[in-house]
């Protein structure tokens, strides 16, 4: 399990469990004024609406788990909406009469909303991928990072395709070399002995010293 969806599992069992707590405190009210509200463990105003949407919000999260592009969806998301109620918290506390979400649920909102944002967002950034079916994805890595034989080469094959590797070979460029001919087993005037292209070799003799 990566990162992404390990933080999206985390936050929705915290959700379901504020969401349960919240609504053995609240009952169903419906205040919405912070400072009239009942308060999760004497801190944070909740209500009934409040408590909905907390259950909501762990059960999209605990499913999303069981996936990193819907994790990512679910801590980007939830994330911009708890930043959104954070800054609405300093205008609106009372959430034009619905959600108290003033007092101490705004730090409370932003600190959730930065962690799950900035989760999502990174998660976003550390892969490249392109969907190539349902369900599946296939990473693209920069040339640097390719594998020797997949790395773009120019060659024979030309630009931009690496040549086959052969035996023993690594998938790079590979220049022949052409034999030299061999050496034939008679020819004109060789008598027997080797020649090139049917002529005879030509050999040198070094000069022996002469006699004193």
Do not use: C
Request: cysteine-free.
């Amino acid at each position: 399990m990566t990162t992404v969806q390990r933080v999206a599992q985390v936050f929705g069992w915290v959700f379901v469990v504020v969401a349960i707590w919240g609504a053995v405190i609240t009952g169903t009210s419906m205040e919405a004024d912070p400072d009239l509200a009942p308060r999760l463990w004497g801190l944070f105003p909740v209500n009934f609406l409040h408590n909905l949407v907390h259950l909501l919000l762990g059960i999209w999260g605990i499913r999303a788990a069981g996936s990193v592009d819907d994790a990512r969806t679910f801590t980007v998301v939830a994330g911009t909406l708890y930043i959104v109620l954070a800054v609405l918290g300093l205008f609106l506390p009372d959430g034009l009469g619905f959600l108290p979400i003033g007092g101490s649920d705004i730090w409370l909102h932003a600190a959730a909303g930065v962690a799950l944002f900035g989760t999502g967002a990174a998660a976003s950034s550390a892969v490249t991928a392109t969907r190539v079916a349902p369900g599946r994805t296939r990473t693209v890595l920069p040339p640097d990072r390719l594998p020797q034989q997949e790395r773009p080469t120019t060659g024979p094959a030309g630009p931009g395709l690496a040549e086959p590797a052969g035996e023993g070979g690594t998938g790079t460029d590979a220049t022949l070399e052409e034999e030299p001919p061999e050496k034939g087993a008679g020819g004109k005037g060789g008598g027997g002995k080797g020649a090139v292209g049917g002529r005879a070799p030509v050999t040198s003799r070094r000069p022996e010293p002469s006699d004193p």
